[in-house]
């Protein structure tokens, strides 16, 4: 498993990548007009990392490791009106974990 999480984890540089693009495409203050359109591949993006995290160390991925990992801010509380991770998209991800274990 580990052989498989060091590769999985060197794909993340890419999902960093079109994160990044898309932070780059969307206008400030313009994020809840969009949001829509990427939520499940941001939603798909936690999941993917909190698993690949969770096979490693046994433990849910903090939202300081998931900013890290995925090049985003999670908004807890969502008062953040520019490119973020809202709390629905970090919970979906997170409970799409127990469809695995």
Known sequence: IKRINIDAKSHFSDIRLHIASLVALVPAEQYYRYCGMWSFSLQ???FLASWIHYLDSETLISTTDLEK???VIVSLK???SDF???VED???GYVSITSEL
């Open 44 to 46: 798909q993006s936690v």
């Open 69 to 71: 990992e995925l090049g």
């Open 78 to 80: 969502g008062d953040d």
């Open 84 to 86: 973020h991770l809202n």
């Open 90 to 92: 970090l919970l979906h």
